[in-house]
């Protein structure tokens, strides 16, 4: 255990002087990402991907935004569902219009 504690403080020793960021830098990135529905929802796994964009006001602090795209979802039925419907279980909806 001491020993991962010496390679931990090793490791931080040359972070205190690096400069990654500097004050009116923008800073911009793309990404990946993957949703899991739960089967409950009834809804489709989907791939996505984004973009963020980041500014530095100063050296200790910046704004960042990022933006997910990700295709529109379909709904999967159950095969061993009672409801006649395609929508997600939690979705109730009454079955006879009220008078």
Same mark, same amino acid.
């Given at each position: ?15 205190? #002087?690096? #400069?990654? $960021?500097?004050?009116? $830098? ?9 949703? #899991?529905?739960?089967a409950a929802l009834g ?8 973009g963020r964009l980041g ?14 795209? $990700? ?6 039925? #159950? ?6 419907s395609a929508a997600p ?11």
């Amino acid at each position: 255990m001491r020993r991962y504690a010496v390679l931990a403080a090793l490791l931080a020793l040359p972070a205190g #002087r690096l #400069r990654a $960021q500097h004050a009116g $830098q923008f800073e911009a990135g793309v990404f990946g990402g993957y949703t #899991r529905y739960d089967a409950a929802l009834g809804l489709a796994h989907k791939l996505g991907g984004g973009g963020r964009l980041g500014y530095f006001f100063g050296d200790a602090f910046g704004l960042e935004a990022d933006v997910l795209f $990700q295709p529109e979802y379909t709904v999967v039925r #159950r095969p061993h569902s009672s409801r006649s419907s395609a929508a997600p279980a939690w979705c109730s909806t009454p079955s006879t219009p009220a008078a």
